[in-house]
């Protein structure tokens, strides 16, 4: 969460860091989903974590759209 507060105001100039961040806090999601399918469900703070980081990837086309605005690659 500190990093995306970090990048929120130069968003359109980090779009690697970005992308990386999203797919990190993505795999953590599908290991929380792969230990709820093999441990069961967890307390409600955890699975509603699992669902953010789940839902990460929605933020890229914003992201996208972003940087091409400001005249920048998007990857």
Do not use: Y
Request: proline share 5%.
């Amino acid at each position: 969460a500190a990093l995306f507060w970090f990048m929120i105001l130069r968003i359109d100039d980090l779009s690697s860091l970005f992308l990386i961040i999203v797919a990190v806090m993505f795999l953590g999601g599908l290991g929380r989903l792969l230990s709820m399918v093999h441990v069961g469900v967890p307390d409600a703070p955890i699975v509603a974590a699992m669902v953010l980081e789940l839902l990460m990837p929605v933020l890229i086309p914003w992201q996208s759209a972003v940087a091409r605005r400001a005249g920048r690659s998007a990857i």
